[in-house]
């Protein structure tokens, strides 16, 4: 689909002014509903029209006159970065993120700034301080967090491609309640340089898009190494969409039973097995289960770390510099992890939380080490329950931190996962997860498409 678009751009059957102004007639009609974008560029058609002049000349780039959704925690010059809280209100990008320097070098268009929860804690898209948004692909019910704006924006059609940062599902948890793709990509692969941080030896910054094409695309463009972000590695960057061509054949796919054990609905877990089978009998591969011993544990895991990560990155916001001292101006969620993660980072605790926590981690880390020893791929669901409805609000936090059981080992372990949409359970998407080793997106991405393929057979 989204390929189609770009080679009739490229051939001047669709201008990148027309395409931009398609989104921002479709914005207008649904956004006020929705509250998926919280900005939309004002400079978005002029820039446009600079781009077609580029795509005349020859010299226009790999998104040329794509439209872009960003994450309102990533650093855009001169749009309103405000991670969706007060605490950052009227506080404007001065910098371009590392991301959306590369996006803007290949001529993407940013559209506008996308709704999310409150600095990215979250997993529902309702702890935005600008109000919750909604499920265009289940009207009523959560989108699924944090990326909530991000993946609405592409499930309605708003834009071609959004960005949104993952620490511990929050690409792959609203891209599966929301119908359409979404990559974590291994700790490392993306620079995080203009991302705020929730939780910085997790995070990474990572594509939605309504095709697995588009979200190879993207990831083509922001990934490798950043002189600004030492973390970020060399390893080459592979093509992504040429990767995807090549088809798969007899791999060994991944599918552990203590998946099945932590899936509080097992429709879902029915789901994602059923269409590994087909994967499997698809691709002459093998099912293979696999062991992963301390999966229970990794929520437990998660959080300690987030906490203790996010109050140290949020000294930063102590009013003086950016807009409100944060513990007057964020909501319960936020000031739930400052006031915790202060508390067990204190020297008194010194060895009993957050060093649990990692080494823990390291625990998780080798299970998938030996795991991917056996495979090739994992497969597994994304989130352990179908999106809650709107409003229903839920004052529990241990039940708001269950749908990251299976998003969050990928960003402990530091692996690459994506999700792609395998169906419907009751009228609602449920996403696939595909689980690969670090920088081996490559492969991620040909078993992602491989399974949008079946799909797309299946409903032909
Ligand atoms: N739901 C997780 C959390 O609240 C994940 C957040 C994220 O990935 N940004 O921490």
Same mark, same amino acid.
């Given at each position: 689909m989204l390929q189609e678009k770009i080679s009739k751009i490229k051939k001047g059957g669709l201008s990148a002014v027309e395409n931009i102004s398609n989104f921002l007639r479709i914005i207008k009609a649904k956004n006020g509903k929705i509250n998926a974008l919280l900005y939309v560029n004002e400079n978005a058609l002029k820039?446009?029209?600079?781009?077609?002049?580029?795509? =005349?000349?020859?010299? !226009?780039?790999? *998104?040329?006159?794509?439209?872009?959704? +960003?994450?309102?925690?990533?650093?855009?010059?001169? *749009? &309103? +970065?405000?991670?969706?809280?007060? %605490?950052?209100?009227?506080?404007?990008?001065?910098?371009? /993120?590392? +991301?959306?320097?590369?996006?803007?070098?290949?001529d993407g268009i940013i559209i506008g700034m996308a709704n999310m929860d409150e600095f990215a804690c979250g997993s529902s898209g309702e702890s935005s301080a600008f109000g919750a948004t909604d499920n265009p692909a289940a009207p009523g019910r959560i989108p699924g967090g944090s990326?909530?704006?991000?993946? !609405?924006?592409?499930? !309605?059609?708003?834009?071609?491609?959004?960005?949104?940062?993952?620490?511990?599902?929050?690409?792959?948890?609203p891209a599966s309640h929301c119908g359409v793709v979404g990559v974590k990509p291994s700790y490392g692969r993306v620079s995080r340089f203009?991302?705020?941080?929730?939780?910085?030896?997790?995070?990474?910054?990572?594509?939605?898009?309504?095709?697995?094409?588009?979200?190879?695309?993207?990831?083509?463009?922001?990934?490798?190494?950043?002189?600004?972000?030492? %973390?970020?590695?060399?390893?080459?960057? &592979?093509?992504?969409s040429s990767a995807m061509?090549?088809? *798969?054949?007899? *791999?060994?796919?991944?599918?552990?039973?203590?998946?099945?054990?932590?899936? %509080?609905? =097992?429709?879902?877990?029915?789901?994602?097995? %059923?269409?590994?089978?087909?994967l499997a009998a698809a691709t002459?591969?093998?099912?293979?289960?696999?062991?992963?011993?301390?999966?229970?544990?990794?929520?437990?895991?998660?959080?300690?770390?987030?906490?203790?990560?996010?109050?140290?990155?949020?000294?930063?916001?102590?009013?003086?510099?950016?807009?409100?001292k944060i513990e007057d101006a964020c909501g319960e969620e936020v000031l739930r992890r400052i006031l915790g993660g202060k508390e067990i980072s204190k020297s008194e605790y010194e060895g009993r939380y957050y060093r649990k926590a990692l080494a823990v981690r390291k625990l998780i880390e080798k299970d998938f080490g030996k795991a991917f020893e056996k495979v090739d791929i994992m497969i597994a669901p994304t989130t352990p329950m179908l999106p809650h409805a709107l409003g229903g609000?839920?004052?529990?936090?241990?039940?708001?931190? /269950?749908?990251? /059981?299976?998003t969050s080992p990928a960003n402990l372990a530091g692996i690459c996962a994506g999700v792609v949409n395998c169906g419907k359970i009751n009228n609602i998407p449920v996403g696939l997860q595909i689980m690969a080793p670090a920088f081996r997106e490559d492969l991620m991405f040909s078993a992602m498409k491989a399974v949008e393929d079946l799909k797309n057979a299946k409903e032909a």
């Open positions: 820039e446009a029209a600079a781009v077609d002049k580029k795509i =005349k000349q020859k010299k !226009a780039g790999k *998104l040329a006159g794509l439209a872009i959704a +960003v994450k309102s925690n990533i650093s855009v010059l001169d *749009l &309103p +970065v405000s991670c969706a809280s007060r %605490t950052l209100e009227g506080y404007q990008g001065t910098f371009d /993120a590392d +991301v959306i320097k590369r996006i803007k070098a290949e990326s909530s704006g991000s993946a !609405a924006a592409v499930a !309605a059609g708003m834009c071609d491609i959004a960005l949104g940062s993952d620490t511990g599902g929050s690409i792959r948890n203009g991302l705020i941080d929730l939780s910085m030896s997790l995070d990474q910054i990572g594509p939605l898009s309504s095709d697995v094409h588009g979200s190879a695309l993207m990831m083509e463009v922001i990934s490798g190494r950043s002189k600004y972000d030492a %973390t970020t590695f060399d390893n080459p960057v &592979p093509s992504y061509k090549k088809k *798969l054949n007899g *791999l060994k796919i991944g599918i552990s039973s203590d998946f099945e054990k932590l899936c %509080t609905d =097992k429709r879902i877990y029915e789901k994602i097995k %059923t269409a590994a089978e087909k002459n591969s093998k099912s293979v289960d696999v062991n992963l011993k301390y999966l229970h544990l990794a929520i437990q895991t998660y959080y300690p770390i987030v906490y203790v990560e996010f109050f140290s990155g949020t000294r930063k916001f102590d009013g003086r510099k950016y807009g409100k609000r839920i004052t529990d936090p241990k039940i708001m931190y /269950a749908y990251d /059981a299976f």
